[in-house]
C-alpha cells in the first residue's frame, strides 16, 4: 500500500513539473499550459496509454488536469459506438460537466485566435 502512495506521488508530481517547465522555460501563459496538459491527457488517452497510467498510478494520474482530457476522449469513444459521429460530441459532454467542457474549449480557441496577455 505505501508504494502505491509513493507511485501516486511520482506521477502527480511528475505532471506538476511537466506544467510548471511550460510556465517556466516554455514561457507559456496558464491558458495555454491548461490546454496543452488537457490536450496531452487526450493524446495519451487516445492511443490507450492513460488508463494504464491509473491502474497504476492511481490518484496522482487522476487528479492532474491530464485527466480531464482522458475522460473527454473516454465519453466520445463510448458513445460513438452507440450514436456514430454525433455521439463523439455529446459524449464528451456527457461524461465531464458541461460547463468546464466549454470553458476549456473556448479557452482555448481563444488562445489560438488572440494574444493572451500575462
Do not use: R
Given at each position: 500500500?505505501l508504494?502505491m502512495?509513493?507511485?501516486?506521488?511520482?506521477?502527480?508530481?511528475?505532471?506538476?513539473?511537466?506544467?510548471?517547465?511550460l510556465?517556466?522555460?516554455?514561457?507559456?501563459?496558464?491558458a495555454?499550459?491548461?490546454?496543452f496538459?488537457?490536450v496531452?491527457g487526450a493524446?495519451?488517452?487516445?492511443?490507450?496509454?492513460?488508463?494504464?497510467?491509473i491502474d497504476?498510478?492511481g490518484a496522482?494520474a487522476t487528479?492532474?488536469?491530464?485527466?480531464f482530457g482522458n475522460?473527454?476522449?473516454?465519453?466520445?469513444?463510448q458513445e460513438?459506438?452507440?450514436?456514430?459521429?454525433i455521439?463523439?460530441l455529446?459524449?464528451?459532454f456527457?461524461v465531464?460537466?458541461s460547463?468546464i467542457?466549454a470553458a476549456i474549449?473556448?479557452?482555448?480557441?481563444?488562445a489560438l485566435l488572440?494574444?493572451?496577455?500575462?
Amino acid at each position: 500500500m505505501l508504494a502505491m502512495f509513493l507511485w501516486a506521488f511520482i506521477i502527480g508530481g511528475i505532471i506538476c513539473v511537466i506544467g510548471q517547465l511550460l510556465f517556466d522555460v516554455a514561457k507559456l501563459t496558464p491558458a495555454h499550459t491548461l490546454s496543452f496538459l488537457v490536450v496531452a491527457g487526450a493524446v495519451a488517452a487516445g492511443f490507450g496509454l492513460y488508463e494504464p497510467l491509473i491502474d497504476f498510478a492511481g490518484a496522482g494520474a487522476t487528479i492532474p488536469i491530464t485527466s480531464f482530457g482522458n475522460s473527454l476522449v473516454q465519453g466520445a469513444m463510448q458513445e460513438s459506438e452507440q450514436h456514430g459521429i454525433i455521439g463523439v460530441l455529446t459524449g464528451m459532454f456527457e461524461v465531464t460537466s458541461s460547463g468546464i467542457s466549454a470553458a476549456i474549449i473556448f479557452g482555448f480557441l481563444g488562445a489560438l485566435l488572440f494574444k493572451p496577455k500575462g
